[in-house]
């Protein structure tokens, strides 16, 4: 098993986690477990967590989208949930 100083800890956009040792890719035993794929739960969670985020601040949304910027309103959907858990840790 490699120690923590000799491995970088990768995490794809999938969630999925490896750690490439010595020119070699291994898999974490989470992304095993979970075969690569996100909790069910942390799905559920994230999609609760936009609703959540656009019913209270629909105003803000809104605006964004009348002011033509709807890609500044997606991302601020988007990465609702992420900004939560950040604040929370």
Same mark, same amino acid.
């Given at each position: ?18 750690? %490439? ?15 690569? $794929?996100? @909790? +069910? ?17 629909? %105003? ?15 991302? $601020?959907? @988007? +990465? ?10």
């Amino acid at each position: 098993m490699p120690s923590h100083a000799d491995s970088v800890r990768t995490t794809s956009k999938s969630g999925a986690r490896w750690y %490439d040792w010595k020119g070699e890719r291994f898999w974490s035993v989470t992304t095993i477990i979970s075969g690569g $794929l996100p @909790k +069910r739960a942390l799905i559920y969670w994230s999609a609760n967590q936009v609703a959540e985020f656009a019913c209270d601040h629909v %105003d803000e949304v809104k605006s964004l989208i009348a002011d033509g910027e709807r890609d500044a309103a997606y991302d $601020l959907l @988007k +990465r609702s949930p992420w900004r939560k858990r950040d604040k929370r840790s």
